[in-house]
């Protein structure tokens, strides 16, 4: 049964870049998208983008110019780095695996990080 | 952007009681359709995909039903661990996208 477990500073000021860390325990990285999910306090769900094994990419356009996630195989982890923050980016951020098939659920999710920009 | 709108945002209910939490989507998307449960402070647990098929280990009690643009989520008699807030999420197309959440509250 394949675990997620996540990392990262939890204190931002703005315009700094927020900084991510997903690991996998157990299970393959293929045949899988690695992805990033964020909450903002209150309020509901919004999927950042995600990874494959190899590499590729898929970015919200929301966030598409700001968005870089990245896979270690390697060390069977996922990051996300989302440059120059505001305030509109304190959420609480999940990672997830999605299915690879076309129903693309996320299964398992990770701990959560709370991220808070503040000046 | 396919927008996903659940209704209701809110619902009192009792234990033992009929609910059903309805999503509907701004497009067809046949029955790419999932479901997630979420307790405050929590990861979403994945509950449904394929618009009714229950994950594994998750009571009878939920369903799911619906395709192209309108799907519904059941639960045949609530128990006290069922509050909490429920999303929807299509996998049709990127973006991927989430209804707004339904809280479900004990009455």
């Known amino acids: 049964q394949v675990q997620l477990h996540q990392w990262g500073a939890g204190l931002l000021k703005p315009s700094e870049t927020l900084s991510l860390t997903c690991a996998a325990d157990?299970?393959?990285?293929?045949?899988?998208?690695w992805s990033w999910i964020r909450q903002p306090p209150g309020k509901g769900l919004e999927w950042i983008g995600e990874?494959?094994?190899?590499?590729?990419?898929n970015y919200n356009p929301s966030l598409n110019s700001r968005v870089t996630i990245s896979i270690d195989m390697s060390k069977n982890q996922f990051s996300l780095n989302l440059s120059s923050v505001t305030a509109a980016d304190t959420a609480l951020y999940f990672c997830?695996?999605?299915?690879?098939?076309?129903?693309?659920?996320?299964?398992?999710w990770g701990q959560g990080s709370l991220v808070t920009v503040s000046s | 952007d396919i927008q996903m709108t659940q209704s209701p945002s809110s619902l009192s209910a009792s234990v033992g009681d009929r609910v059903t939490i309805t999503c509907r989507a701004s497009q067809n998307i046949n029955r790419n359709l999932c479901w997630y449960q979420q307790k405050p402070g929590k990861a979403p647990k994945f509950l449904i995909y394929a618009a009714s098929t229950l994950q594994s280990g998750v009571p009878s009690r939920f369903s799911g039903s619906g395709s192209g643009t309108d799907f519904t989520l059941t639960i045949s008699s609530l128990q006290p661990e069922d509050f909490a807030t429920y999303y929807c999420?299509?996998?049709?197309?990127?973006?991927?996208?989430f209804g707004q959440g339904t809280k479900l509250e004990i009455k």
């Open positions: 990874v494959n094994h190899n590499g590729g990419t």
């Open positions: 997830a695996r999605r299915s690879g098939n076309h129903f693309g659920w996320f299964d398992p």
């Open positions: 999420q299509q996998s049709f197309s990127n973006p991927l996208t």
């Open positions: 157990g299970g393959s990285f293929r045949g899988y998208y």
